[in-house]
């Protein structure tokens, strides 16, 4: 898909609940290979309330795989080619990782909710794949938030070996940030010619500029530089000596989920010289989001510090 402009954004989701957060699942126990699981050097948990309990004190990523029934035959291969591949096993090393059917539930206000259809988890669009919270800093503003999801929507994902363990792999190595900020970084990192402008250190400046600048376009529903010359000079005094801002846009088709809109973003710089020099260079410090409008689209923002 080709878009004539190019832009970037960024939302975060809510936080889960504390009641959601320290209430125990209620669900039949997912069907695991026991084997698989011996000897993987991570335990794969299956109590939802004990598994966040477990990150927080811990202070890790908890990584959510929600299997599909025991007729998704795309989940069995992404098990077997993916989860089972022994690079992947070794970064769920560094996670509490849990495991859980689609009909896992918890109790929010009393009632028996999905967990998978939680608002919290809306990006997941109630599929199986997998999702990650981060649990490792009280004090962080991304402290139980969904910070990442991987839904099945496309078989290529699941079923193609080389394609999931690529993703996978890209997941849980991504820096920390918002879901939104790590969804975006996630396409670039995932765009078969490797650019190499999330490479550099993500900078906290960069990414509130990114997040304010998509989410002025999807006010307005237009995406654009607007007031760039303002906004540059303004973002140079946030760098160091020596670096110079130089940004991104694009936006989405309308009606994308967060994974599509930033992978459509990403295929719309291929498609500019210009953006795409940008995108596909190495710089010290860079900044990526995405924001949806009222619209449907999805308005991209990348903000590089290069020299």
């Known amino acids: ?17 504390g009641a959601l957060m320290k209430t125990a699942l209620a669900a039949d126990p997912p069907a695991t290979n026991a084997k698989a699981d011996a000897r993987a050097p991570f335990a794969w948990q299956q109590d939802y309330g004990q598994a966040v309990r477990q990150a927080i004190e811990e202070q890790k990523m908890l990584v959510i795989y929600f299997e599909g029934p025991k007729g998704c035959s795309y989940c069995r291969t992404f098990e077997a080619q993916s989860l089972a591949a022994e690079q992947i096993q070794e970064q769920l090393g560094s996670f509490v990782a849990l495991r859980l059917p689609m009909t896992a539930q918890v109790a929010v206000d009393g009632k028996p909710v999905a967990l998978v259809k939680h608002a919290s988890f809306a990006e997941m669009l109630g599929r199986p794949g997998l999702a990650i919270l981060d649990m490792t800093d009280r ?21 193609s070996s080389y394609a999931s363990k690529r993703a996978v792999s890209t997941l849980l190595t991504l820096p920390k940030g918002t879901l939104t900020q790590r969804t975006m970084v996630f396409a670039v990192r995932m765009h078969p010619e490797a650019p190499a402008s999330s490479q550099g250190a993500i ?105």
Request: glycine letters at 10%; hydrophobic letters at 40%; proline letters at 6%.
């Open 139 to 159: 004090k962080s503003p991304h402290f139980h938030h969904v910070v990442s999801v991987l839904p099945f929507t496309s078989h290529r994902f699941a079923t």
């Open 1 to 17: 898909m080709f878009h004539p402009m190019v832009y970037w954004l960024v939302a975060a989701l809510g936080v889960l609940p």
């Open 203 to 307: 900078d906290p400046a960069l990414t509130s500029e990114a997040l304010s600048h998509s989410s002025y376009q999807a006010s307005i529903g237009v995406q654009g530089h607007h007031h760039w010359d303002a906004r540059y000079q303004r973002i140079n005094g946030k760098l160091p000596s020596g670096l110079m801002a130089q940004e991104v846009v694009a936006e989405s088709w309308p009606g994308e989920n967060l994974v599509e809109a930033c992978e459509d973003c990403v295929h719309s710089w291929r498609q500019s010289p210009g953006h795409w020099g940008a995108v596909r260079s190495w710089h010290p410090r860079f900044g990526y989001d995405i924001k949806r409008g009222r619209n449907g689209i999805w308005y991209a923002t990348g903000i590089f510090g290069r020299r």
